[in-house]
């Protein structure tokens, strides 16, 4: 499948972020593998501080792999490294 390369213009959560251009018809990617707690869990604030600090402002390479919710699932590569693993 075809990647993208995109600058993280807002981190909404601790596994999802926004676009400027759209990818696979959405702004909005959720990172592959990962499931961070969602507004109002506990963690949240953490996750949400840490996706920031790695990638808001950075151009990524984005990799779709499927649509949920109106996002672009996707596997999101910084720095020559998939972002997985903790929140």
Do not use: H, W
Not at 15 to 28: A, E, H, I, L, M
Not at 38 to 59: D, H, M, P, S
């Amino acid at each position: 499948m075809k990647s993208y390369r995109r600058k993280v213009q807002k981190i909404i959560d601790g596994d999802t972020f926004k676009v400027r251009n759209r990818v696979s018809g959405s702004q909005y990617i959720r990172i592959t593998g990962l499931n961070c707690p969602e507004k109002g869990q506990r963690g949240y604030q953490t996750a949400k501080t840490n996706l920031t600090k790695k990638i808001k402002g950075k151009t990524v390479t984005v990799k779709p792999k499927a649509k949920s919710y109106g996002r672009t699932v996707a596997d999101v590569i910084y720095k020559r490294k998939r972002l997985k693993g903790r929140c």
